[in-house]
Nanobody, 118 residues
């Protein structure tokens, strides 16, 4: 499966942004989908994921209550809704897919830059 994240940009603190992860080649509904981010000078970190069967979601503590992951199977797209953005959310955001929960994240797409700044 090929993944492409898009929707990044510049947003003020407290603002909102929605990222999209479009899939091609295979249906994303057959995969757990995850979002990760990498801030300048830092390691990549887990943001959240949505399970393929139950749509159960899990989030990092740093974004819990502010970010939400959803999927639209008809559009073969997964979303990351980001609200109440903070300057520390500035990073390149990546989407990833894995076939089962116990597997590593097999598939990655190029990231999209989110800059939170006044």
């Amino acid at each position: 499966v090929q993944l492409q994240a898009f929707g990044g940009g510049l947003v003020h603190p407290g603002g909102s942004l929605r990222l999209s992860c479009a899939g091609s080649g295979r249906a994303l509904r057959n995969y757990d989908m995850g979002w990760f981010r990498q801030a300048p000078g830092k390691e990549r970190e887990f943001v959240g994921r949505i399970h393929k069967n139950s749509d159960n979601t899990l989030y990092a503590d740093s974004v819990k209550g502010r970010f939400a992951i959803s999927r639209d199977n008809a559009k073969n797209t997964v979303y990351l809704q980001m609200n109440t953005l903070k300057t520390e959310d500035t990073a390149v955001y990546f989407c990833a897919a894995r076939s089962i929960m116990t597997a590593p994240w097999h598939y990655w797409g190029p990231g999209t830059l989110v800059t939170v700044s006044s």
